[in-house]
């Protein structure tokens, strides 16, 4: 049924069997097809393959690894709404890794994540505004963030609320 929907052009039934092609669970897989079928789904607009389109490419699932490329997916996929792809673009821009390395569109990407309820990137963006990394530091904001970390189950988040309650609170700080 995947194969004559795929063939039908739709992008969920492409985007099953590049994964059953991926997985081995075809008696003939094959990673050409599995790309083909992932291209195939992601440019239909299916947000999933977008984003596992993404993660081949950076972890050379389909051949050799393609930091640009997979970027460009992750962008795509993010713009459509993907939490996990905001996160992997604001850490591609964090770390500089397939594309330049600019803090100020990694606080970007991280705030959009951590808004959309991604821990790790409500985290990270209360430390971005801690530091003034990407963002003007902003002890407030940074507190702010932890805070929503440590509520959202953030085990390192509540000892960073309570040093930022104390930092506040001397004005000194």
Known sequence: AFERLAREGVPAAQYNL???HLRRELPAPSLRTASRLLHQAADGGFVTAQFM?????ENGQLGPRDLPAAMDWYERAAQSGSTEAKVALGTAYYLGRGRPK???QAARWYR??????DIGAQYLLASMY??????ERD???ARYWYDVAARN???AAPG???ELDGRLADPDS
């Not at 959009?112 to 309820?117: D, I, L, Q, V």
């Not at 801690?130 to 963002?135: A, F, I, K, L, S």
């Open 18 to 20: 590049a994964v059953m």
């Open 53 to 57: 389109l993404g993660q081949a490419l």
């Open 102 to 104: 600019e803090p100020a």
């Open 112 to 117: 959009e994540a951590a808004a959309a309820g």
């Open 130 to 135: 801690e530091q003034g990394d990407g963002v």
């Open 139 to 141: 002890l407030r904001l």
């Open 153 to 155: 189950g953030d085990p």
């Open 160 to 162: 960073k609320v309570k």
